[in-house]
């Protein structure tokens, strides 16, 4: 047996506790810390608490959602945040003081184009029919949100940022700024084939090579089993049947405070008559501009006919908005290419189904729409791979259909970069005035499939299978009386119980971030 002094011991005894706090330093530096944005329909939330029970980090969070949820984040027990911001506890849309230096700054150090963003956004200018902004209280919120989006990144520094794909303007500014800063982030992305969807990191891309048959029947029938037009018209389906649920909303927004119209700009000039009575007359002109379309678009495609097909986009879509904010009068595109098309061809334009949930457009842009020469007016309910097969031209903004054609061996004219733009049989534009030259080149060129195969190539080794649209639908079903009332009280153990019978997707979702987590 030794027999130690005390010092020694003593110092035996510091050394440990050194090391021990050296240890405990160590892995709090190897904790990895987590920046999430969540909105109203709390997709994000739920996946937090699953790569929590995966993963030791910390997290923070940006919460965009109205007055009565924030009470829910300020008691839950369901997930541990280190720290969490109300966006809009941070943002006063009634000031209309700014700085010019600052906002001059912003758009110097992280590239972003300020005024772009903000004459697209959805509550600022086009589609918001309850408050005219100032000049002056835009700048304002802009700068608002600049400094706070920066202030977080100061004080959290996270390794990653996790959020839905951007849709609106303030959650897209702070992605912009997060990737100037060379901040990680990661979003649940669509692939253009049906349900899959892969986590972008903002460095993965498709550049694999498939040797997938080119063979034109194996093309077609390999597409056929993601039938995009089906996943659109079965979540339209579904949503129409969630309007049982309209008159529960009605009454509970009715007896509310509706007190978000002083607190979130967003909600500015939203008083209950207002919105009641915009509702109905939106409704009207809706059932108004669904008979016209019906009575003077084609449901079945005249046989023998050579046409360039345009798929009209979403109003009020991240698509146009957002990825293409140059190129969002569609009526003025239509025109340009109707100046463009060759002797004997037509231009086959097709409303988009979802536009059904925007009360369709105005009456006056249908009748422009078909007065013009050459122009035939396709219904919504017409399945876009009949006119695929039959057309000899796609021409888009950055849609879908784009893609999905050259499954058919045919060609496609973009009028911005997509995701897709790496394929031959893409040609992208950053012009109109070139479009007479590019169509008649595409029309004499032949599809090349191999750039296709790729892009097949690495949906079916990155991809992952999710009916985001059905857990969407079932969180507004259980949260938001079927999407139709956001302000909404939350009961804990209630969506406790809900997040439970959704855990197998929410493990799904966080299982593919954590692959991205290292």
């Known amino acids: 047996m030794f027999n130690l002094s005390s010092k020694t011991i003593s110092k035996c005894s510091n050394h440990y506790r050194f090391m021990n706090f050296t240890y405990t330093i160590f892995l709090s530096r190897m904790k990895k810390k987590i920046l999430t944005w969540i909105n109203a329909d709390l997709l994000q939330f739920g996946v937090i608490k699953s790569i929590q029970s995966k993963i030791d ?25 280190e720290k969490f911001w109300f966006l809009h506890e941070n ?46 209280q835009i700048l304002s919120i802009i700068e608002q949100e600049c400094k706070f989006f920066e202030k977080i990144l100061d004080d959290t520094n996270p390794d990653y940022v996790i959020m839905d794909y951007p849709a609106l303007r303030p959650n897209y500014l702070f992605y912009l700024i997060c990737k100037a800063r060379k901040i990680t982030t990661l ?26 048959s080119s ?33 529960e909303a009605l009454i509970e927004y009715i007896f509310s405070k509706n007190d978000n119209i002083f607190t979130h700009y967003t909600y500015f000039g939203r008083g209950k008559l207002r919105v009641i009575s915009n509702y109905i007359k939106f409704s009207i002109k809706s059932k108004n501009r669904k008979n016209f379309l019906d009575k003077n678009f084609l449901k079945v495609l005249p046989k023998n006919q050579k046409f360039i097909f345009f798929p009209l986009h979403i109003e009020q879509e991240r698509s146009t908005l957002i990825d293409a904010p ?28 979802s536009m059904s949930a925007r009360e369709w457009r105005e009456l006056s842009f249908y009748k422009t729409l078909l007065s013009l020469p050459n122009v035939v007016g396709i219904h919504p309910s017409v399945n876009p791979d009949g006119i695929l097969e039959h057309c000899s031209l796609v021409i888009t903004i950055n849609g879908t259909a784009g ?10 004219i973009t009028l911005t970069e997509t995701d897709y ?85 929410y493990d799904l979702i966080a299982n593919e971030y954590i692959k991205n987590i290292k």
């Open 57 to 81: 980090c910390s997290t923070y969070a940006i919460i965009d959602v109205t007055n009565k949820p924030k009470e829910f984040f300020k008691e839950q027990k369901l997930v541990k945040f």
């Open 326 to 353: 140059f190129q969002v009068d569609q009526l003025h595109i239509i025109k340009q290419i109707v100046k463009s098309l060759p002797i004997g061809y037509k231009l086959y334009v097709k409303e988009h189904p």
């Open 403 to 412: 893609f999905d054609v050259a499954f058919y061996q045919k060609p496609t």
């Open 421 to 505: 733009s790496a394929m031959e049989s893409v040609t992208t534009l950053d012009s109109l005035d070139k479009l007479p030259n590019a169509i008649q080149k595409c029309l004499e060129s032949k599809v090349n499939v191999d750039a296709l195969n790729s892009y097949i190539d690495f949906v079916e080794n990155t991809a992952f299978e999710l009916d985001l649209d059905s857990l969407n639908q079932d969180n507004q079903d259980f949260l938001h009386y079927g999407g139709f009332l956001v302000d909404v009280n939350i009961n804990e153990k209630e969506f406790e119980k809900f997040l439970k019978s959704k855990q197998s997707e």
């Open 187 to 212: 979003k649940i992305t669509p692939t253009r084939l049906g349900k899959k969807f892969y986590i972008d990191n903002g460095k993965n891309h498709f550049s694999a090579t498939k040797n997938l």
């Open 91 to 136: 943002i006063d849309g009634k000031l209309t003081n700014h700085n010019i230096d600052y906002l001059t700054e912003v758009e110097k150090k992280y590239g972003i184009n300020l005024l772009q963003l903000a004459m697209n956004d959805r509550i600022f200018f086009n589609f918001n029919n309850f408050y005219k902004f100032s000049s002056e």
């Open 215 to 247: 063979n034109k029947y194996e093309l077609e029938n390999y597409h056929k089993r993601f039938d995009n037009y089906d996943v659109t018209i079965q979540f339209r389906k579904r949503f129409a049947k969630s309007k049982s649920k309209l008159l």
